[in-house]
């Protein structure tokens, strides 16, 4: 599989970060990318107002991902990123969203929202309920998260259980003490623990790190951006799982079962 990693920074209007993402759609078709994963939460932003998100939500089938969904109809391009989408509940969903072709083909909303870091994602975003599915791109099988997720290693395990050979991380990681540390050590290590890919896509920007990377299952670091908008491509090769997970057979040696949601 071929993915693609596109890293930007994520405006207050929306049609300007709509054209972003169609750019690299497009290039990353050239390409002949499979797969091409965008940051977390592309629809807007506003780094000095962080109620913006609230007003700059839209539904799955708004203006936003409606030019994106048309576009992917030319090729068979999966493409995956997060969205805030609004709720009755004078709150947001913070909604990864994989299409091709046309399609929405897979949602999932976040189940761990990122109250830390004197940060409280939950003021303005109610988490999910449900363990993301699989999906299959270019025969390999692909499970979801975002962000905060990443420090969590039952959702990963529970993917990898599931039959995920790729995870993918949408993300916005904030600045901060060690946090690019952080990064780069909890990404390599849900692919290695689990002996599966890595493909963590982070926006970069005045607030967030950027710093996308693709980590192979022995935790090898085989693609990385730098702090600055790029699009980085990256093979994923089967055989590589199945070697790892040959040597290091981590998980039929497990002693715990499959994680669940509390």
Not at 47 to 72: E, I, K, T, Y
Not at 121 to 150: F, W
Request: hydrophobic letters at 50%; charged letters at 20%.
């Amino acid at each position: 599989m071929k993915v693609a990693l596109g890293q930007f920074a994520v405006s207050r209007a929306w049609q300007e970060n709509a054209s972003v993402c169609l750019d690299f759609m497009q290039r990353a078709a050239e390409e002949g990318a499979d797969l091409l994963v965008l940051p977390e939460a592309v629809l807007a932003r506003d780094n000095a107002d962080p109620d913006f998100v609230l007003q700059a939500a839209q539904p799955l089938d708004g203006p936003f991902l409606r030019p994106l969904l048309a576009s992917s109809q030319d090729n068979t391009l999966t493409t995956i990123m997060s969205v805030h989408v609004p709720t009755d509940q004078h709150k947001a969903l913070n909604v990864l969203v994989a299409f091709r072709q046309g399609e929405i083909i897979a949602v999932y909303e976040k189940l761990h929202l990122y109250d830390a870091f004197a940060m409280q994602e939950s003021q303005r975003v109610n988490p999910g309920h449900a363990i993301p599915p699989l999906i299959e791109v270019a025969g390999m099988k692909v499970g979801l998260m975002t962000c905060y997720d990443v420090r969590f290693p039952e959702l990963a395990r529970r993917l990898a259980l599931d039959g995920a050979e790729v995870l993918v991380l949408p993300a916005a990681w904030v600045k901060g003490p060690l946090k690019e540390m952080h990064w780069e050590l909890l990404t390599r290590t849900r692919a290695l623990e689990n002996t599966c890919y890595m493909v963590a896509v982070g926006e970069c920007g005045p607030r967030n790190i950027g710093n996308s990377l693709v980590v192979d299952p022995m935790g090898v670091a085989v693609a990385n951006a730098a702090e600055s908008p790029a699009l980085l491509f990256a093979d994923l090769d089967p055989e590589r799982v199945a070697y790892a997970r040959r040597v290091l057979p981590v998980l039929e040696n497990r002693r715990f079962a499959r994680p669940e949601l509390m």
